[in-house]
């Protein structure tokens, strides 16, 4: 695949962040998907995200599998790791790259069917065993890469471009997600940058597996009338319950949210996220209570994007596994193997 290269020349004045790195040092080439695809948008977001947080390009990992999504890790933080996996399989290689080095910001994106239907039971384990990495689903409801088949996550009775319906139930990812345990989770849409920029930070920043379910249609084969993941369609069927926004021990982060009720949760790392309720009702850290709005939302047809549920009390793999400190790709042989005598000692221990 031939990559378009992004001008070398920057412009002088350029806003630089605590490393002295500017936004175009979190950039990736030139897209080659298509134009007004919503994934470049969320491509754009994490981007700004990752450079407004100060965070080392060269200590991210990103992870994908199969399809449009996929492709998008390629368009940002080019000099961060990076693998692109087989299909539905990106849950597998997430998890052996934060078990050998928890020292990396793991980002893992995922399309609809990469992560509904192939890889279903691959996204369910890496819920539950709580990964520390935050994962995107880039959704728009059809196989782009293979001609706009409907996929597990187009609601029923939805159209395709030739106004045939779609006769199955979809999976709502988010309710999945809430249901297996995940501690952090959110949707949004990737026309809204506002929205979906604080969320990508305060997943980032959360302890423990925080999954993204962000609306981003495909311009080429579902972006019609009669499409419920379109993005006429979103814009008159979001319903926004709590917006987020990331405040660090250090400094403050702000951004433009309608006026509403707010209230701090205290993050394990001391940053706060700051809650602005525009629906006074909902509670995003009651997880039952959260699941069963999203399905009342949905269905009368509204799609309910914003912070839909995090747990401040979050713990990830390693601490569920009481792993060592030090990253495991940096430890010798020495502790790797440290001979018979250890091992009977600790065959020992369980008799």
Known sequence: MTFLAKPSVRHRKLKLNELGLSHRDYEGPVSTLCAGCGHDSVSAAITTACAELSLPPHRFAKISGIGCSSKTPSYFLDKSHGFNSVHGRMPSVATGTSLANRDLHLIGVSGDGDSASIGLGQFAHIVRRRINMLYIVDNNGTYGLTKGQFSATNDQGSTNKRGVPNLYASIDLVSVAMQLGATFVARSFSGDKSQLVPLIKAGLKHPGFAFIDVISPCVAFNNHEGSTKSYN????????????????????????????????????????LRLSKLASEYDPRDRLAALNYVQSKAEVGEIV???????????????????????????????????????????????
């Open 233 to 272: 369609y979103v814009r008159d069927h979001d319903s926004q319950v709590v917006n987020a926004d990331l405040v660090l021990p250090q400094a403050e982060i702000t951004t433009n949210y309608a006026p509403g009720e707010q209230e701090n949760v205290t993050m394990p790392d001391g940053s706060i």
């Open 305 to 351: 994007t914003g912070l839909l549920y995090i747990d401040p009390d979050s713990s990830d793999c390693h601490t569920i596994m009481n792993t060592t400190e030090q990253a495991l790709n940096e430890l010798d042989e020495s502790v790797l193997c440290p001979g018979e005598a250890s091992l009977a000692e600790i065959n020992a221990s369980f008799r």
